[in-house]
């Protein structure tokens, strides 16, 4: 006795074009949709990392941050304090 193998279902060799349309236009929204992700993470961190370097020198070292970032606060912290020493002098400064 010979065993007979019948095939009830086909591989479809090809796609009508609506079907490929919309696959493209899906990928492209996914696409987006994963570049909006990226980037809304991105701007999350930067707005942590500005939020952090507005902390002063001694709170920065507590925290453990990186040197970078506490040199920074320290040349911020000396413009603002030059700033006012020329408000208190009279100065308006910036090549005035």
Request: aromatic share 4%.
């Amino acid at each position: 006795m010979q065993a007979v193998t019948t095939c009830q279902s086909t591989i479809q060799l090809y796609r009508p074009m609506h079907v490929r349309v919309l696959q493209v236009i899906g990928d492209a929204l996914l696409a987006m949709a994963s570049a909006w992700d990226v980037r809304l993470q991105r701007r999350r961190e930067e707005i942590e990392t500005r939020a952090i370097a507005d902390m002063n020198e001694a709170l920065l070292r507590d925290i453990g941050a990186p040197d970078w970032m506490i040199a920074q606060a320290t040349a911020r912290r000396e413009v603002e304090r030059q700033h006012l020493i020329e408000m208190h002098h009279g100065h308006r400064g910036y090549g005035a």
